[in-house]
């Protein structure tokens, strides 16, 4: 036993010393904990009373891991702390060829526009449901040639339109990956894009004493644009996008009638999404900086009585007394409108602050 762990040991050195001499890798960390009240009013309430809660918790985006690079190759991976269990937030690799990068792995979507807010509720995902297009961090392969990128990203199909395996037998068929496109504009003070995707898969089913299949197609697909405009020192971002069927595709959306469904005749009924967020901030000083911003989104269906709203609203100060540490007071107010079938949803304010340590 003892040579076998001076065995093991011996390699381990030489992987180290190996990967050390071909490779240059730098590690690092973000640790991220929240403390914040939230008030909800009796609508939103699921006790049908104003209610009042603190909360303190380590946030799902905080986070560990490293870049590397040889040569052209390079590399990064990126583990997170969601439901308190590390899991692969970022894992590709990327090749620098003559005419442009070939990425390989898991990585944001090419749609992704959190980076235009740092809204800190939520796990600083607030505004990912609400006015931002985001459908994940996903294993796609990738090719981007100057401003333009093109994905062929892992298909979404587990949407099955209403049907159930309890009333009869469901075949979900694939024939191609989920497609994404996305040009970027960048100039001294602006960056932009325009970018769009678009998903299908065909969902079949066989009902409980029946021996016909019903096949029904499901399209669904984005399109949009993101806007981030610096003026000395100050800034303003914005997103606006359409979805078609953004559930099928996907896509990170609050509120219900946002998939496609089946009508009374049998015939697939489309959904439409429409959403779209405005920020704005300011760099004070060496240690503060203010920001807020609002975010929408809207889906709407023919079953659907009253299109489904929500709007939020933010605004925050962020104290960055040296440069790995911020922290970052935060209120703000969340309205949930009518529901699809035109109930009241309610609303909820909330007050707080996020605490982060980067190393």
Known sequence: MKRLLILLGLFVCICTLTTSALAEMSLYGSARMSTFYTMEDEDKSVTGEDD???????????????????????????????????????????WDFEQGTLLVGKDYSLIDSHMISNVSYM??????SIGLPYAGRTPQIRVTMGDLSIAALKPCNTDTVGLKSANGTLDVDTYSPKIEV???????????????GFNTYKVGFTATGDTEQKDYEIYSGIAGARCMVTIDDAYVNGTLFYAMNGGNYGLALEGAAKTAELSIDGDVEDSSSFGGA?????????????????GYVQNDVDSAKDPDATMAVYAQLRYTPVKEVCIVPEIGY????????GETQGSKYYAGAKWQINF
Do not use: C, H, P
């Open 52 to 94: 009042v809660d603190f909360n303190e918790w380590l946030q799902t985006n905080a986070r560990v891991g490293a870049n590397v690079t040889t040569g052209d190759v390079k590399g990064r991976f990126e583990y997170g702390t969601k439901n308190d269990v590390a899991d692969v937030r970022l894992l590709y690799g990327t």
């Open 123 to 128: 796990d600083d995902a607030l505004f990912l």
């Open 182 to 196: 996305a040009y970027n504009i960048a100039m001294d003070s602006v960056k932009a894009a325009l970018f769009g």
């Open 278 to 294: 405005l920020i704005a901030g300011s760099k004070i000083d060496d240690m503060l900086a203010v920001e807020g911003g609002v």
């Open 334 to 341: 969340v309205d949930y409108m009518d529901d699809a079938a």
